[in-house]
């Protein structure tokens, strides 16, 4: 009686080997779907606080939902916190990150960081700022900062006129390459070169706000006729224009500045700002989080350098200078 039991309940051999089949299709499926789950794609900005990097943040989750990836967005505490970048960086390795995105503080800080990522298997981009060396990484994608940094010298200078210059640079943090290349291109567009008498001062601002407005004070009180400023970005531009009026001199001083964030070109649209460049930090952050699913899918890397663009925005368009109006930059405009 009991071996009959046995004998109703047991498969026959063509239903064993549908169980079986289907049960491997189902691992199959489970194992794939736990495979998505698990691509994770880490993006580390240089801080949370900076508009541009709350764009690029919220654009890499979008793209990496869309794509099936899992992003894990670290950042460091503050714009030159390498120690806090590095720290990040093994993290993502230790969570077994299958690509890393990365906006160094430290051009030269998170070599390191870098290789181990990179002999782990792990696809590395530099977004916005390159490595120094740039191969350090696989790819970078980013704005071509010189040429931003030419364009904002340019109308800078002729925006000035006649006037002899009386040039106060608001540089950001040293040892990014952000910061070198967006100062030389401007004293190229300029027309000038590092050292000239025209530079009656510089300070650096760390890209923030409040260290802006600082260093602006220090300059128009030790250089009260600066009627020409480079800042290194928006928010440093924002700070200057506090001290700028402050002092009464918002009609004599030209101020310039890069980014393209809304406010920014808010600040073009009010007279605070006579010219802004416009970077695309979703872009830089969609094409990055996409070479990394593509990697995952296929193992094909990214290599060099990308640029993802720059607009000269002004109100005010000067002859010989290409430029896009307002409607284009609040059109366009993150943040």
């Not at 001083?253 to 006579?274: E, H, N, Q």
């Not at 005010?316 to 284009?328: N, R, T, V």
């Amino acid at each position: 009686m009991i071996r009959s039991q046995r004998s109703a309940l047991a498969p026959t051999p063509r239903r064993l080997a549908g169980l079986l089949a289907a049960g491997a299709v189902a691992l199959a499926l489970t194992g794939t779907a736990a495979m998505a789950q698990e691509a994770i794609v880490g993006l580390v900005t240089k801080t949370e606080v900076n508009p541009f990097f709350v764009k690029m943040r919220q654009a890499a989750e979008a793209e990496a939902q869309a794509k099936g990836l899992k992003l894990i967005a670290r950042a460091g505490k503050f714009d030159g916190d390498n120690e806090g970048q590095v720290a990040a960086i093994e993290d993502l390795i230790s969570a077994g990150a299958k690509g890393i995105l990365i906006t160094p503080n430290n051009s030269t800080g998170v070599l390191g960081a870098v290789k181990k990522a990179r002999d782990a298997g792990i696809l590395v981009i530099a977004l916005d700022t390159a490595t120094d060396p740039p191969d350090a990484v696989d790819a970078t994608f980013a704005t071509d900062n010189f040429e931003a940094g030419v364009q904002q010298g340019q109308y800078a200078r002729k925006a000035l006129g006649d006037k002899a210059p009386k040039l106060a640079m608001l540089d950001g943090t040293p040892g990014g390459t952000v910061d070198t290349f967006r100062h030389d291109g401007f004293l190229k567009g300029f027309g000038i070169a590092e050292g000239d008498a025209a530079i009656v001062g510089k300070q650096n601002t760390n890209g923030a706000q409040d260290k802006g407005q600082t260093a602006m004070e220090n300059l128009l009180s030790a250089h009260p006729d600066i009627n020409v400023v480079y800042t290194i970005n928006e928010p440093a531009a924002q700070g200057a224009y506090a001290a700028i009026r402050a002092a009464g001199k918002e009609d004599d001083i030209v101020l310039t500045s890069i980014d393209g964030g809304c406010l920014g070109v808010k600040y073009v649209k009010d007279g605070r700002v006579a010219a802004t460049v416009m970077q695309f930090p979703y872009k830089m952050a969609q094409m990055g989080v996409d070479a990394v699913a593509e990697y995952a899918k296929t193992g094909k890397k990214p290599s060099g350098f990308v640029n993802t663009g720059s607009f000269l925005i002004t109100g005010k368009p000067l002859p010989g200078l290409d430029s896009k109006d307002l409607e284009f930059g609040e059109k366009n405009c993150w943040g």
